[in-house]
């Protein structure tokens, strides 16, 4: 059960990074082909201007913080899980394994943010 969760975590994890990677530049041509054409009275095109780029990075940042927050408080937990095991080896890997899998989702998350913010730079 620990390692289906522990899956789970790690494949939203690689879902988000995958989310974020891809989906800003096509989302971004998109949106602004739309806001070009003669149908400027969208609630987008209205509230960006005639460009929706810091609407999807507000969107995925804001997507990444949580998933950030997600993975903080993953190591909190398993530090308290560690010092709670009271030497039971399988308590012990269990929790090591969950403060490796939220550092790996963490530096994950990072990583997102930083692509994400250059490639959006980039349009």
Same mark, same amino acid.
Request: with cysteine.
């Given at each position: 059960? /620990?390692?289906?969760?522990? @899956? @789970? $975590?790690?494949? &939203? @994890?690689?879902? &988000?990074? !995958?989310? *974020?990677?891809?989906?800003? *530049?096509?989302?971004?041509?998109?949106?602004?082909?739309?806001?070009?054409?003669?149908? /400027?009275? %969208?609630?987008?095109?209205?509230?960006?201007?005639? %460009?929706?780029?810091? @609407?999807?990075? !507000?969107?995925?940042?804001?997507?990444?913080? =949580?998933?950030?927050?997600?993975? =903080?408080?993953?190591?909190?937990?398993?530090? $308290?899980?560690?010092?709670?095991?009271?030497?039971?080896?399988?308590?012990?890997? !269990?929790? /090591?394994?969950? +403060?490796?899998? !939220?550092? #790996?989702?963490? +530096? =994950?998350?990072?990583? *997102?943010? *930083?692509? #994400?913010?250059? =490639?959006?730079?980039?349009?």
């Amino acid at each position: 059960m /620990k390692r289906l969760r522990n @899956l @789970l $975590i790690t494949l &939203g @994890l690689i879902g &988000g990074l !995958s989310f *974020a990677v891809a989906v800003p *530049a096509g989302a971004i041509n998109v949106i602004d082909n739309a806001c070009k054409g003669g149908n /400027k009275d %969208t609630a987008v095109c209205k509230a960006q201007g005639d %460009t929706a780029g810091p @609407l999807v990075r !507000s969107i995925i940042n804001i997507l990444l913080f =949580v998933v950030g927050v997600i993975s =903080v408080i993953m190591i909190i937990v398993g530090g $308290i899980r560690y010092t709670i095991s009271n030497g039971d080896a399988s308590q012990i890997k !269990s929790a /090591k394994d969950t +403060v490796l899998y !939220s550092v #790996v989702g963490l +530096v =994950v998350a990072m990583l *997102a943010y *930083a692509i #994400v913010n250059y =490639v959006i730079a980039q349009f």
